[in-house]
DNA sequence: CGACTATATCGACAGATGTCAATATACGGG
DNA sequence: CCCGTATATTGACATCTGTCGATATAGTCG
């Protein structure tokens, strides 16, 4: 097994978990059950964090409501209205909690959603 | 309709809610169907804030998993560690995010999960 | 009333976060 | 090979956030 330093975990489960056509796991069960341990809530925190924005909201919106459910910085650059490092560093903060991936076609880099990333953080919010 | 400028929008809600028996409404549709307005990400990233910190998400799940399903500021300042000018900010913030409530009986403030909180929060997550 | 307890608020402070301009890197085309 | 374009990284900066100790507020019980 190749150590992959330059990933996150979440970033290199989200590749793993492309790898294999599987859908990202729950960080833990629902918070209503029984009291989630600190070190689940530290990792749960993390990925509500990377949601947390607005414009990272719009970002992810805009990726998976669009036409083949992919876009490139330059299509997001306009529509959030922020300079391009900005959409680049909320990009690569969505990308490493794994709730986007990134592939480059020559110069462009494009962003899909990870398939059931967004149910993975809801899934402990739901009671049942 | 008497105006309540101490409580936030969430929180007069979450009130008007508990009043009603309702259930807290989801702030938009699916993030995935069409791309999310900015007003919207705005108002969903508030609430997706107040829960992306690990002391919150543990208070949180800690009161929703105690008997009764309440808990008062004495019983949750040891299990968090933290000290209770600390512990009463944090419960502040999931207040008037509309997802904890909070009655005063005596000298105790008793806090409680509003009924559907989280799952409207999770509601814009998950794709259908 | 007066002491004690539970909670909230205030002020301060270190560290995280969002933003931009400037710059670096990488790729494709003439 | 050099230029133009797309993206990433860096450095700087203002603001927000989490934390604490000190203090204020409010309720209980002698």
Redesign the pocket.
Do not use: E, M, N
């Given at each position: 097994m190749i150590e992959l330093p330059?990933l996150s975990r979440d970033a290199a489960e989200a590749e793993a978990v492309a790898a294999a056509g599987a859908a990202p796991a729950a960080c833990c069960g629902p918070l209503t059950r029984e009291a989630i341990t600190a070190p689940e809530a530290d990792v749960f925190a993390?990925k509500l964090?990377a949601l947390?924005?607005?414009?990272?909201l719009r970002l992810v919106s805009i990726v998976a409501a669009s036409e083949g459910q992919e876009a490139?910085?330059?299509?997001?650059?306009e529509p959030?209205?922020?300079?391009?490092?900005?959409?680049?560093?909320?990009?690569?903060?969505l990308?490493e909690a794994g709730i986007l991936s990134?592939t480059?076609?020559?110069?462009?880099?494009?962003?899909r959603l990870v398939p059931g990333a967004l149910e993975a953080i809801a899934a402990p919010l739901v009671s049942v």
């Open positions: 330059l993390r964090k947390a924005d607005p414009v990272r490139c910085v330059c299509d997001l650059t959030v209205g922020l300079s391009q490092p900005t959409v680049s560093h909320h990009l690569k903060i990308t990134r480059k076609r020559g110069t462009w880099a494009y962003f």
